[in-house]
């Protein structure tokens, strides 16, 4: 059965202050990260071995468990790559395009997202999503690390709103670090995931009109 693994990061972790600390970066990928991880794998053989005994009475809990934890490493292991040293600034190209079309410019949507991530009540993420139904983007709140996403969306750009993610660094003023990760978002990384997932068809016909 395959295992999750905790992936590397692709720079050192101070590379992204001073915007995000090295040692929030420490903490956050090689502690809570892992944790996922760990949780994940742990779900998963649990339901292996209730497949195994046919007993499956701890299956609500094991399939909650398995949906926090996955969800928790597939957005982390997202959030590093979409980060990148000496980046920030905007996009370009068909997803600068999009991003006029759907929020009506750059600081409408960068705006939006930012707000997001304010209003998450407790623990959550603000992700730049893609919805292939409608085809457009759409910034979306995630709860804890899997609900209250529209179903198949993509995220191709995750914020993370958890206090584990700034209040070493901010402490409360968590817009600060909202503000702050605006210098460190790798567009082409983003770019890149935007055009993977913008020609994606669900087959839905009559799920929007043709407009």
Do not use: C
């Not at 202050?17 to 760990?38: F, N």
């Not at 046919?54 to 980060?83: C, M, P, R, V, Y």
């Not at 991003?99 to 407790?122: E, K, P, S, V, Y």
């Not at 979306?140 to 660094?169: C, F, G, K, N, R």
């Amino acid at each position: 059965m395959p295992k999750y693994t905790l992936p590397e990061l692709q720079y050192d972790y101070g590379a992204l202050e001073p915007h995000i600390s090295g040692k929030i970066m420490q903490l956050h990928h090689d502690k809570h990260h892992a944790a996922y991880v760990a949780g994940a794998n742990t779900a998963t053989e649990g339901l292996a071995e209730a497949r195994a005994k046919n007993d499956f009475a701890k299956i609500a809990a094991l399939e909650k468990a398995l949906a926090f934890h996955t969800s928790g490493h597939i957005l982390h292991s997202l959030f590093w790559q979409n980060l990148a040293p000496k980046s920030g600034g905007e996009p370009t190209g068909p997803l600068a395009a999009q991003i006029t079309t759907d929020f009506g410019g750059f600081a409408g949507f960068r705006n939006q997202l930012t707000n997001a991530a304010m209003t998450i009540m407790g623990s959550g993420w603000a992700t730049l999503a893609w919805e292939p139904v409608a085809k457009r983007l759409m910034t979306t709140q995630i709860h804890d690390h899997q609900s209250e996403m529209s179903q198949a969306a993509i995220p191709i750009l995750v914020l993370d709103a958890w206090e584990h993610a700034y209040y070493l660094q901010y402490g409360p003023e968590k817009k600060s670090f909202f503000e702050a990760i605006w210098n460190v978002w790798s567009w082409p990384d983003i770019a890149q995931r935007f055009e993977k997932v913008r020609g994606l068809d669900l087959g839905l016909r009559g799920a929007t009109d043709s407009r």
